[in-house]
């Protein structure tokens, strides 16, 4: 069974630049985290989807950052503009669904470096 | 609220001696809690995960965590460390309320010596 996928693995671009992210969850998983993971620390959630629905935004810093989850599968976070304080490592994950049982299951992250 | 805290931020063993890595969780309600584990360039893998049943849990790779109440603690160990667990581990809080929303810890790096 394939696992979660994202693309790009890596990315580096100048500030002030527009900047997407692509996830493919795993097949049959209605739930779909983003994560954001700085250097040296654990990973903090950014949003959750239920479906298309997005459930908690809440920390989202929404004068940047936008997501979307077309047709309740893949899904898209953009920056625009990018600041130097986005570089990150950005996270997809997945699940059957959201309860605290429900084992989330991660991609391995595009790494952002904005210069 | 909920947070983890881990108390190393780094341990480092010989191979083959026992893992210890320590964790302690703040949580409003019965928690669940998880260990993950990342390696370099790879995605986070859970390796065990406690959700009010049996207070010792055991997970991939030989390791197992005990959750216990009274010292709100939920450390990961293992008998014999091996090369190949070297890596960074989290520990990870999430809340009965329906969300699964995880909280993790600032985690450790565990390195393992020849």
């Known amino acids: 069974e394939a696992g979660v996928v994202q693309s790009p693995r890596y990315k580096i671009i100048e500030k002030k630049q527009p900047v997407a992210f692509w996830c493919n969850p795993i097949s049959g998983h209605n739930t779909l985290y983003w994560y954001r993971q700085n250097l040296g620390q654990g990973p903090e959630l950014l949003i959750r989807?239920?479906?298309?629905?997005?459930?908690?935004d809440s920390q989202l810093p929404k004068d940047r950052f936008s997501a979307e989850r077309l047709k309740g599968v893949d899904s898209t976070l953009k920056i625009q503009p990018a600041e130097l304080g986005d570089s990150a490592v950005y996270l997809c994950?997945?699940?059957?669904?959201?309860?605290?049982?429900?084992?989330?299951?991660f991609g391995p992250g595009t790494r952002l470096t904005v210069l | 609220a909920q947070s983890v805290t881990q108390l190393d931020s780094h341990v480092s063993v010989s191979e083959g001696t026992p893992v210890l890595l320590r964790c302690n969780y703040s949580?409003?309600?019965?928690?669940?809690l998880f260990w993950y584990v990342q390696h370099p360039n790879k995605g986070l893998q859970l390796l065990l995960k406690?959700?009010?049943?049996?207070?010792l849990v055991k997970g991939i790779n030989g390791f197992e965590a005990e959750f216990k109440k009274s010292e709100t603690s939920f450390h990961l160990t293992k008998p014999s460390a091996h090369m190949s667990d070297a890596a960074e581990y989290f520990c990870v809080v999430s809340t009965l309320t329906g969300a699964n929303n995880l909280f993790f810890g600032t985690g450790t790096r565990l390195t393992v010596i020849p």
């Open positions: 989807y239920e479906n298309e629905e997005a459930v908690d």
């Open positions: 994950a997945s699940s059957l669904g959201d309860s605290n049982t429900d084992t989330q299951y």
């Open positions: 949580s409003s309600y019965s928690p669940s």
């Open positions: 406690y959700t009010s049943a049996a207070t």
